[in-house]
């Protein structure tokens, strides 16, 4: 009997899929069983990344690929069912934040480029997926939030809000969508070990007090959200959609007991 995990003969699209966290989900949905397309700017960190994925005994395909541009979003939906001929999960998890401070010291350029990486790819490369999802009877997609969604982080106030409308973005087309058999669900972590977060995790005044609040008294590695997002992926989640799974080591129940 397969297993609920299973990912066999499922073709999986993860933006930002060349290093930190798409990379792990990547290589995590390749390991259970699905072909793998990845998506990034840089082509050297793609190849790089494609050749694990092809380690594992699966497919991959890497697309070079703007997500701030409309037609690079439309070209690698087309390119995916043009080698794979479906396209049944989609990971949005292409990130970006320019801006570190207090919100109103924020240019317009930085809000502009904020919200049209976290937010307005994610709307666009979503419409676009769910229409080749509803060709194959439904599908998974699976958007890259952050507990920053929930709570105020200092100095990421912007960053906070495209989260946010990841969140929103997710409830809103889990319900227009489950018509189609299309899931979709989010998962938001805290802090995780990737160079994307390193000035976070390797400054010790920033890294003491996120662990203050965090019962695990760790942060996440990237695999760790590779196994969530499979799970999301799967059908061990067919009855999952419009959620947001928190991965923040417990933060948000609440900060560990000073004392026992």
């Given amino acids: 009997m397969a297993s609920a995990f299973s990912l066999e003969g499922k073709v999986a699209v993860v933006t930002g899929g060349s290093r930190g966290i798409g990379r792990a989900i990547a290589l995590a949905m390749a390991k259970a069983g699905a072909d793998v397309v990845i998506a990034a700017r840089k082509p050297e960190d793609l190849e790089a990344t494609a050749k694990d994925i092809q380690a594992t005994g699966r497919q991959c395909l890497a697309v070079p690929t703007n997500v701030r541009e409309r037609a690079a979003l439309d070209n690698l939906v087309a390119q995916t069912v043009g080698k794979f001929g479906r396209l049944d999960i989609l990971v949005n998890n292409a990130v970006t934040n320019p801006h570190f401070g207090p919100v109103d010291t924020a240019e317009e350029w930085q809000f502009d480029v904020i919200m049209n990486t976290n937010l307005k790819a994610y709307f666009l490369l979503s419409n676009a997926?769910?229409?080749e999802m509803q060709k194959v009877g439904g599908g998974s997609i699976i958007n890259l939030s952050s507990s920053g969604g929930?709570?105020?982080?200092?100095?990421?106030?912007?960053?906070?809000?495209s989260k946010a409308a990841d969140i929103m973005l997710t409830k809103v087309n889990a319900v227009e969508w489950a018509r189609y058999n299309i899931r979709v669900n989010a998962i938001a972590p805290s802090i995780v070990r990737t160079d994307f977060a390193k000035a976070l995790w390797d400054t010790p005044a920033i890294y003491n007090q996120a662990m203050s609040g965090t019962p695990l008294k760790r942060i996440a590695e990237p695999e760790e959200l590779g196994d969530v997002a499979v799970f999301l992926a799967s059908n061990a989640s067919s009855y999952i959609t419009?959620?947001?799974i928190v991965a923040d080591g417990g933060g948000q129940a609440g900060p560990p007991p000073a004392t026992w």
């Fill in 150 to 161: 929930f709570r105020y982080m200092t100095g990421l106030g912007l960053y906070c809000i």
């Fill in 129 to 131: 997926a769910m229409k």
């Fill in 242 to 244: 419009g959620q947001v």
